[in-house]
Structure formats: structure tokens, C-alpha cells
């Protein structure tokens, strides 16, 4: 429940903010006390979450509705700022009913999603409102226009630069596997190497994309060979350490059945290390995504993400940059996402995927 | 862990301290050595078509000898040998004054400025962020699941936007990679402190409520130190991490200082000498900065009279 004086407090913003010239319809105003009488009212939480979510996105349609028409800008339309920050103070209201919201799991997602949303809105209005120049920070719907105008330029670019993150990926990910595999077979090299990949964690390794760049070219091999190397390290300490996570009553079970290394390793070992390799594969999956676009700051073909942003940022295209940057970003999640989803279907068991 | 145990894995018997030490140290060394044979093994490999070019342009007889001195001795090499680098990096550390352009040390102090500003700048907002998740529903449900999802995305491609924006609008080039630092470093440190911040047992937590306490004094005198552990554990993973974001934070914008400009300018003039005696450089730092890190948590565990064993140290 919101402290009631918070409340009134948003209803007085929204009462102000009816009567400002230029600013909001009185609908929005109406629809903004609505709102706040809802929130006062203990109304189940899902029947005012539906409610709440409703008159949300009408006042949000009506502030842009506002926007869309010449009028006052700035420090002058102060009316809209009213609302702008009524509307914020309702989102939390709403936001805090939501959060009560957890099963079944897809509402559980209602929060962040409200969340988000939220936040890109306020940057919509923000920078129309106050007219923030396109150079400093363009409106979302200038970057979406920008994907929308130059999606024949990015997609070559993303196809460029995925083509490099899911090689370099597959090769480090595969060779710190083998390699922890293979450390953990002969103790002396899992002595020596764990200590150095130990260290590796605080090196600035994407500091060899110059040197990858002078040995592989320009093209896509050089971004795959920075991107192989970082995520080597990570996919080996993490193995190591799930391959040693087994309990010692298990690995005693396994031994009075006479198993050998071989089949205690893959029917025990291995998939109690799953998890590990797993987050490891995840790390990973953000860490070959950062250093192919860093690789491709030092010298590529005109093609590729980390080209595009380095390209047009020198020719102020601050559009098509942060349209760059949304495609990296999504792909980036998807490629999370997808891991994680393949995760879940082979760690099934895994208790932390228990529900309570 | 009981006393007696955690006393006896501190602190054996100094002869067997020292023994410990030379068992761990030696298969470190062996690993150490053999990659250096491959290294220097690499680099007459990889050198040898252009070297073998120059011998053939001088027009004598050469042999293997010949060969490899050559390959571990060129201006400009493929794949230069560990000693050149070695040399490289101690000349332009103690062969330079420190304020000048080509001593390393300067170099160094630039990218240090930006890396400890933006950890300082990291710290700060994550443990405001995990302050507020712990403290609010509505920041816990609604704010940590972009929190998480923030790591999905490729930040450090925003980089030279930071660089160009925050130019533009008249800061120096330290506070905008510091910025892009604290975007780097942030992370490990809310998602440590909200595990710290939620470590406290229900027992503890039922004690400070039957004394009436106020959630900010349960904050201040139960959570935060019970945090402390965990905040220190990522404290060692955000340094390092916002390094990596100083370094780049140097790359687009073709900065004149700092251990990225090096690195570019390096690769600008196929200085390869360079770049890697800047990559031990950069190497160095890191260690050097976790390692101080991981000091400054001793010191305090010792200060609060305890010595916690830091979660995931093992990892």
C-alpha cells in the first residue's frame, strides 16, 4: 500500500497539472484521480493491477497526445512535467500491487515489463518535451525509425558480427571444456593451470583484439580469435570447479560400485558440473558479444556492428548508434535467453529449479 | 567452521607453511616455463617467412642459428619474443621520466585514475541499487530483473556514445570512461550486496525486532556488516571489470593517454613490441589492483575482529 500522503501528493500533481495551459487533456486529469482513488481503495491486487495497468496506458497516449501537437516546450509546459511526474507516482502504486503478483509465472513478469516500459516512456517525453538535440540523446522512436530506415545496413552488420561471437563462442567455450576435462584427469596440470586462470580473471584480456587484428585481418577470424581467448579462461575455472563439486559420499557410492574414472566422470561428474558449465556458457555468451564489437574498434571490413557504431558516431548519426546498440542489446538477450532455456532443459533436476 | 579448524587451515607449522608453498609454486612453474618454450617456439615459427625473406635479401648463406636469432630479435615482429617484450616494458618504465608521454608508469597512472574513480562511482551505485532492492518490493520484483538483463547487453558497445555525449557536454575524458567503468562495474556489486544484505539469519533479524529497531537501524547495525563479506568478494571482480571499461572507454575516442591509446596507437603503427609491453602492463594493474583489494578486505575483516571466509574465494 502507498503512504497515503504520497497519494495526495499525486493528486494535487494531477490536479495542477489539468489546469496548466498546454497541458494534458482534462481526460488525463480525471483518469489520474481515478487512479489514485483506486490505489487508496484495498482492492484485490489483480482486479486493480488490470485497472490500474489500464488508466496507465491512456494518461501515457494522452501525454503524447499532448506532445504531438505544437505547443509549449521546455520549462513553459509545465502542466505536462505535472503529469509526467503524477503519471510516475501512479506507475509505483501500480507497481507495488504488482509485485505481490508471482504465480502463475508469466504475471511475475508484469512488474519488470511495467518497469521497463515505464522507463522508456519518461525518456520519450523527457526528450521531446525539453527538445534534448538529437546528437546528445535521440527519442526511442527516432531509434526505432533509424532500424526501421537502415535495417539494410544492420542486418548485414549483425550477421557480420554474429557470425564472428558465435565462432570465437563455440571455440573457447569447447577448448576450456576440453581443457578443464583434461586438467582434471592429470592433477599436476590442474595444479598449475588453476592458479594462472585464476589470474587471468584480472587481466584485460580484450587488450589483444590489436594483436588478433594484425595476425587474422580485418575480417570476421580476427573478432572469433579475441572472442575464443576471453571465454576461454571463464568456461575453464567454472568446469574445474563444478567437476569438483561432487559430495564425497556420492563419489564413495561410485567407488564400491568399481566405476572408473571414465563412467564416474560422465555419469556423475559431468552432470553435476552441468550447472557450472552452463553459467559458464552464459558469462560467455555476453563476454564473446563485448569483444567481437571491442575487436572490431581496431580495424575491420565496412561491415559489422562495432564498425557501424565507431562509423557513425564520427558522423554524428546518433540514431542509427543507439539502433546498433538496441540490435546488439536484443540479440545479446536472445542469446542469453536461448542458453538459458537449453539449460533448463538439461539441469531439470537441478533443486533450484524446484518450485517451493 | 570451528575455531580449531579454521585455525589449522590458516596457519600450519612454518616449515610446513613453506612446504605447502612449494608444492603449490612448483606445478605453477613447470606450466609457467613450458608456455614460454611454446612462446618462443611460436615466435620463430611465425616470424619466419619475413625473416627468411631479409636473410635471403642479404644475400649469404644462413642456417638455423642464423634463423632463429633473427626471429627473436625483429624491430617489428609477428609474434615478438618474451625477452623483447620484457625489455620493451623496462625500458619505457624506468628508461623514461614519469610525466613523459613515453614512460609506460604515465600511461599507467591515466588508466588507474579512470579505473578507481569509475570502481569508486560503481560502488556507490551498486550498493545504492542494492540498498533499495532489499528495502523496496517494488525495486526487488521490478528493477532486478533489468538489473540482470542489463549483463546481456553488449554495454561496452556504448562506449564511444558515452565518450561523444559526455564531451560534448563539456566533461573531461576521465569522468566519461569512469562512467563507462561504473556501467562495467556496477553489477558483481549489486548482486553481491543484495545476497550480503539478505544474509542475516531470521534469528538475528527477530533479535533487532524484539529490541523495536527501525529497518535503517537493521540496516546499518545487522545487514551492512553482514554484507561486508560479500561486497569485498565483488569488489575484487568490479575492479578488474572496470579496468577492462577504462581501456575502452580510451579506444574510440583516440585519446592521447592511458594503456588503450597505446594500444591503439600501437596498432596504428604495427608497433607490436608496444602493445604487448602495454598488455603486461594493463596485466600487472589488474593483479596488482585485485591483490590490493583482496589486502584492504584483510585489513578490515581484522578491524571487525574476524577474519569471514569470503564467499566463492575457492572459485
Not at chain 1, 531509434?143 to 550477421?159: E, I, K, N, S, T
Not at chain 1, 563476454?287 to 565507431?310: D, K, M, N, Q, T
Not at chain 2, 644462413?62 to 609477428?78: H, T
Request: hydrophobic share 60%; aromatic share 8%.
Amino acid at each position: 500500500m502507498m503512504p497515503r500522503p504520497l497519494v495526495m501528493f499525486a493528486a494535487l500533481l494531477l490536479v495542477g497539472g489539468m489546469g496548466q495551459p498546454g497541458g494534458p487533456s482534462g481526460l488525463l486529469a480525471l483518469l489520474g484521480i481515478g487512479g489514485v482513488l483506486l490505489c487508496l481503495r484495498a482492492w484485490p491486487a489483480p482486479a486493480l493491477a488490470g485497472i490500474g495497468l489500464a488508466a496507465l496506458a491512456l494518461m501515457a497516449w494522452a501525454m503524447l497526445l499532448a506532445l504531438s501537437v505544437p505547443g509549449p516546450r521546455g520549462a513553459d509546459a509545465n502542466g505536462l512535467w505535472l503529469a509526467l511526474g503524477g503519471w510516475a507516482i501512479f506507475v509505483w502504486c501500480v507497481l507495488d500491487r504488482l509485485a505481490l503478483l508471482q504465480r502463475p509465472r508469466p504475471l511475475g513478469l508484469l512488474a519488470p515489463a511495467l518497469l521497463g516500459a515505464a522507463l522508456l516512456f519518461a525518456w520519450e517525453v523527457l526528450v521531446v518535451g525539453w527538445e534534448v538535440p538529437r546528437v546528445l540523446l535521440p527519442a526511442p522512436h527516432a531509434v526505432g525509425d533509424a532500424l526501421a530506415a537502415r535495417w539494410h545496413v544492420l542486418w548485414p552488420d549483425f550477421r557480420q558480427t554474429a557470425v564472428a561471437v558465435l565462432a570465437g563462442w563455440a571455440i573457447g567455450s569447447g577448448a576450456g571444456l576440453a581443457v578443464a576435462l583434461l586438467a582434471d584427469r592429470v592433477d599436476f596440470l590442474r595444479r598449475g593451470l588453476l592458479p594462472l586462470a585464476g589470474l587471468a580473471g584480472a587481466v584485460p584480456i580484450v587488450g589483444i583484439a590489436p594483436i588478433m587484428v594484425m595476425w587474422f585481418g580485418f575480417d570476421w577470424q580476427s573478432k572469433a580469435a579475441v572472442a575464443a581467448v576471453v571465454t576461454f579462461f571463464p568456461m575453464l575455472v567454472n568446469t574445474l570447479a563444478g567437476l569438483a563439486a561432487v559430495d564425497t559420499m556420492q563419489r564413495d557410492l561410485m567407488r564400491t560400485y568399481a566405476a572408473g574414472h571414465g563412467a564416474t566422470l560422465m555419469k556423475l561428474r559431468m552432470p553435476s558440473a552441468l550447472p557450472f558449465v552452463f553459467n559458464a556458457l552464459k558469462i560467455n555468451s555476453t563476454l564473446a558479444l563485448i569483444s567481437a564489437i571491442v575487436a572490431e574498434f581496431f580495424g575491420s571490413p565496412i561491415v559489422g556492428l562495432g564498425f557501424r557504431i565507431s562509423a557513425e558516431v564520427a558522423r554524428m548519426n546518433v540514431d542509427v548508434v543507439w539502433a546498433a546498440i538496441t540490435l546488439a542489446a536484443l540479440a545479446g538477450s536472445a542469446f542469453y535467453g536461448l542458453i538459458a532455456l537449453v539449460e533448463r532443459a538439461f539441469t531439470f533436476w537441478h533443486p533450484s529449479y524446484r518450485s517451493s | 567452521m570451528t575455531a580449531e579448524a579454521s585455525a589449522a587451515l590458516a596457519g600450519p607449522l612454518p616449515g610446513g607453511r613453506w612446504q605447502a608453498a612449494g608444492s603449490r609454486a612448483w606445478p605453477v612453474a613447470v606450466v609457467v616455463a613450458v608456455g614460454l618454450l611454446v612462446w618462443y617456439a611460436a615466435a620463430v615459427w611465425l616470424n619466419a617467412p619475413r625473416v627468411i625473406e631479409r636473410l635471403d635479401g642479404l644475400g649469404q648463406p644462413w642456417g638455423a642459428p642464423e634463423l632463429v636469432a633473427a626471429a627473436w630479435s625483429m624491430e617489428r615482429p609477428v609474434m615478438p619474443a618474451p625477452h623483447q617484450i620484457a625489455l620493451d616494458w623496462w625500458g619505457s618504465v624506468f628508461g623514461n621520466a614519469i610525466d613523459s608521454p613515453r614512460s609506460l608508469v604515465f600511461h599507467a597512472g591515466v588508466t588507474l585514475s579512470a579505473t578507481l574513480l569509475g570502481f569508486v562511482f560503481g560502488m556507490l551505485l551498486g550498493v545504492a541499487l542494492a540498498v533499495g532492492v532489499v528495502s523496496s518490493r517494488v525495486l526487488d520484483r521490478g528493477l532486478l530483473p533489468w538489473v540482470i538483463a542489463s549483463q546481456t547487453i553488449p554495454i561496452l558497445a556504448i562506449a564511444p556514445m558515452v565518450v561523444v555525449v559526455l564531451g560534448s557536454l563539456g566533461y573531461p575524458p576521465l569522468i566519461s570512461k569512469a562512467v563507462i567503468s561504473m556501467y562495467l562495474c556496477f553489477f558483481p556489486v549489486t548482486i553481491g550486496m543484495v545476497k550480503g544484505l539478505r544474509s542475516p539469519e531470521t534469528l538475528q533479524l527477530d533479535l533487532l525486532r524484539t529490541y523495536s529497531a527501525t529497518p535503517s537501524q537493521t540496516l546499518r547495525k545487522l545487514r551492512l556488516p553482514a554484507a561486508l563479506p560479500f561486497l569485498f568478494a565483488s569488489a575484487r571482480v568490479a575492479i578488474a571489470t572496470s579496468l577492462v571499461g577504462a581501456i575502452v572507454g580510451e579506444l574510440p575516442t583516440g585519446a592521447a593517454a592511458g594503456l588503450g591509446a597505446r594500444l591503439l596507437s600501437g596498432s596504428y603503427f604495427g608497433q607490436t613490441i608496444q602493445i604487448w609491453s602495454a598488455l603486461l602492463m594493463a596485466a600487472l594493474l589488474g593483479v596488482t589492483l585485485v591483490a590490493a583489494v583482496g589486502v584492504l578486505e584483510r585489513l578490515v575483516g581484522r578491524w571487525m575482529g574476524s577474519a569471514p571466509a569470503a564467499p566463492g574465494r575457492g572459485r
